[in-house]
């Protein structure tokens, strides 16, 4: 009776399921404390260096005023709206709003010749402007502006207040790239033509109908973001925005803590986890049948087309997904015949949600055929021929006795199959693309915010999947313990 108890003991799943519970309650508090980590990227902007989009994560209240360069300290802190897109300080009798930030420009020439490295700044002129580069910090105020909100460009208080609430704007914004700093050489100016060390800033320049931009130029007309040019400078990124009375500009502070998270969270769209779900889910089932298939027939092939069999089967698992995505788009590209075929019966594989079934399938597929050929190779082979001379067939013996026997392999193969294609990523993005709610998958996904910046999104996608991976992991290690301990038992 202590026996019996002892060995159902030792066998019960319980203690395993409660660890299970534990860990999974350990990742969930992980998420939640990665997932508010405030993010930082590199931005990206298009061929006219069009303004990025304000950072939604952008907290306030920013940095608090410091010391001007010539002591002067403005009163209070500057206070962020939760866009990133405008800013206040107390004290100070002006405010900036519509802010935003372009980090990189265009350097191709226009209509009427080259005309400079040139930011787009907006569709009408008489905003602000801030062009950032390594010898100086050049700031365009319209002298119009300027008397509309009371800021004297020469005045050190003035100046103090304006770079407080610039950089704290900046650094809501730069999205892991450089910001502003008080020590940079500041250059404050009402005029729209700046010329520093024979460069040339120009400001509210209408170089395409109905936009403006801020453009730096050498005084000759050359480009001087060449590395021979003696004039060369080295532009970094530049800043646009409005000046406003202080009282014209209401800010709304970013929730903080367990808001924050709420209000991440609900600015997430989710379409990539339910895309990569129903990816993954349904590849796993012909992973698994696939898998099966191609063990148990390469098999009962002679040695030499075994190795053969193998080679093939095996391939997809050494290969660079790139290359496993590139190979299936030759096969299966719209200009294939079996491309073209699946576009005759309506039934488009390429840049569709099949190609990212397809993509896992042949990615993750040698995981499961490993795991369950050598399960099978593992069979005592007298064993299979006892059950054929008692007259059973080889479905029977397939299914009533190697599949039991190697269920613990096999499960094993199949949860490995399961989390590679789950973080599938090269292959995906070559055959099916990157379409939002389509073919974009959570690693596709963490590729893309990070590249437009998005780094708390990056992050969050990051900490899901590891938490997947983790609990798979955790999965494989307890299956294993268990059926180790039932075999002890049994042995016992």
């Not at 020590?183 to 320049?205: L, M």
Request: charged content about 15%.
């Amino acid at each position: 009776m202590g026996t019996d108890l002892a060995n159902r003991a030792e066998t019960s799943p319980r203690p395993a399921c409660a660890l299970v519970l534990r860990v999974c309650v350990l990742a969930v508090c992980a998420l939640l404390v990665l997932a508010c980590l405030p993010g930082a990227a590199f931005a990206t902007g298009d061929d006219e260096g069009d303004a990025t989009v304000p950072n939604p994560s952008a907290g306030a209240p920013a940095s608090g005023a410091a010391a001007a360069q010539d002591g002067t300290v403005a009163d209070g802190e500057v206070l962020v709206d939760a866009q990133g897109a405008s800013a206040t300080l107390a004290g100070s009798p002006f405010a900036l709003a519509g802010f935003s930030r372009a980090q990189v420009g265009s350097n191709s020439e226009v209509v009427d010749g080259y005309a400079g490295y040139r930011y787009y700044a907006s569709n009408a002129p008489g905003g602000v402007a801030v062009i950032a580069a390594d010898a100086c910090v050049v700031v365009y105020v319209p002298p119009e502006v300027a008397q509309a909100v009371g800021f004297d460009k020469a005045s050190s208080e003035d100046q103090t207040y304006f770079k407080s609430l610039l950089i704290a704007l900046d650094a809501a914004n730069a999205k892991g790239g450089s910001v502003l700093s008080r020590q940079d050489n500041w250059i404050f100016s009402s005029e729209p033509v700046v010329t520093y060390k024979g460069v040339v800033f120009k400001f509210d320049q209408e170089l395409k109908t109905g936009q403006y931009y801020a453009t730096v130029i050498g005084e000759d007309g050359s480009d001087i973001t060449d590395a021979d040019n003696p004039a060369h400078l080295k532009l970094d990124h530049a800043d646009f925005g409005m000046l406003a009375p202080a009282a014209d500009v209401q800010v709304v502070a970013a929730p903080t803590g367990i808001d924050a998270f709420v209000a991440f969270l609900a600015g997430i769209d989710l379409s990539p986890l339910w895309v990569t779900l129903k990816t993954t889910l349904t590849a796993i089932v012909f992973i698994f049948i696939l898998g099966l298939a191609a063990a148990y027939f390469s098999l009962r092939i002679p040695a030499r087309a075994q190795d053969v069999a193998d080679s093939i089967f095996t391939i997809p698992m050494v290969l660079p997904p790139t290359v496993c995505g590139f190979l299936l788009l030759l096969a299966f590209g719209k200009n294939t015949p079996v491309g073209q075929w699946f576009m005759d019966i309506g039934f488009p594989l390429i840049f569709s949600w099949q190609a990212t079934v397809l993509a896992a399938v042949v990615v993750a597929f040698p995981l499961m055929y490993r795991s369950a050929r050598g399960a099978f190779e593992n069979l005592d082979p007298n064993m299979l021929d006892a059950a054929r001379t008692l007259g059973w067939s080889n479905g029977k013996i397939f299914f009533k006795l190697m599949l039991p026997l190697s269920w613990s392999s096999i499960a094993a193969g199949t949860v490995l199959s399961f989390a590679r294609a789950l973080g599938e990523f090269g292959a995906t993005l070559f055959l099916a693309g990157n379409y939002l709610g389509i073919t974009r998958t959570v690693p596709i996904a963490i590729y893309f915010e990070w590249m437009n910046g998005n780094i708390d999104v990056a992050i969050f996608w990051t900490v899901v999947i590891m938490v997947f991976s983790f609990v798979v992991i955790l999965f494989i290690n307890l299956w294993g313990r268990r059926t180790t301990k039932y075999r002890r038992g049994v042995e016992g």
